[in-house]
Antibody, heavy 120, light 106 residues
Framework: VHLVESGGALVQSGRSLRLSCAAS????????MHWVRQVPGKGLEWVSG????????GYADSVKGRFTTSRDNAKNSLYLQMNSLRPEDMAVYYC??????????????WGQGTLVTVSS | SYDLTQPPSVSVSPGQTASITCSGD??????TSWYQQKSGQSPVLVIY???KRPSGIPERFSGSNSGNTATLTISGTQAVDEADYYC?????????FGGGAKLTVL
């Protein structure tokens, strides 16, 4: 399993950014996927999850209405569209694989993360 | 919102047993997973569904979950086990992590 995030950047508060996660080494369309973030030096925070067919997408209250998770199974890719960014969204964003296709279980593989910096 | 509480730090001598707790309301009714994060690295799953070890995780890692507390136990702790450990559970389809416990092997 190999997960590679990209798209992290320095962005001004209020602007938008799109993160990508390229997956390989497993059958991407068979698994739910998640985004988890971590402020440097702080703890982990679940951001969003999406089932194998995008039938169910969940969000943390802290990002609901501002972030949108999507996936393209043909491209083995997961995306996180982040709008109206706030300084408190500044974090390393990890892509993580769920052990199942539907519902949320646990994160059995993680990417290396991509850093999003938001200036006020 | 649902909260999971972990001690900020746990210390253990090499070869001894380390126990890291995770507390939450009726946590025993939910599945808990545990993640190890070494400095500068991504998290790694070490326990899932309360007490199951993924392949490649040493047998010295074990877990339990009952009542309001889940516990990660590391038997015969080694220096390589020094890391931050996070518990995680699901509440109403929302992922919740504990604040993390820093394990120091003295």
């Amino acid at each position: 399993v190999h997960l590679v995030e990209s798209g992290g950047a320095l962005v001004q508060s209020g602007r938008s950014l799109r993160l990508s996660c390229a997956a390989s080494g497993f059958t991407f369309e068979d698994y739910a996927m998640h985004w988890v973030r971590q402020v440097p030096g702080k703890g982990l925070e679940w951001v969003s999850g999406i089932t194998w067919n995008s039938g169910t997408i969940g969000y943390a209250d802290s990002v609901k209405g501002r972030f949108t998770t999507s996936r393209d199974n043909a491209k083995n890719s997961l995306y996180l569209q982040m709008n109206s960014l706030r300084p408190e969204d500044m974090a390393v964003y990890y892509c993580a694989k769920d052990r199942g296709a539907t519902g949320w279980h646990y994160f059995d593989s993680w990417g290396q993360g991509t850093l999003v910096t938001v200036s006020s | 919102s649902y909260d999971l509480t972990q001690p900020p730090s746990v210390s253990v001598s090499p070869g001894q047993t380390a126990s890291i707790t995770c507390s939450g309301d009726k946590l025993g009714d939910k599945y808990t997973s545990w993640y190890q994060q070494k400095s500068g690295q991504s998290p790694v799953l070490v326990i899932y569904q309360d007490n199951k070890r993924p392949s490649g995780i040493p047998e010295r890692f074990s877990g339990s979950n009952s009542g309001n507390t889940a516990t990660l136990t590391i038997s015969g702790t080694q220096a390589v086990d020094e890391a931050d450990y996070y518990c995680q559970a699901w509440d109403r389809s929302t992922g919740v992590f504990g604040g993390g416990a820093k394990l120091t092997v003295l």
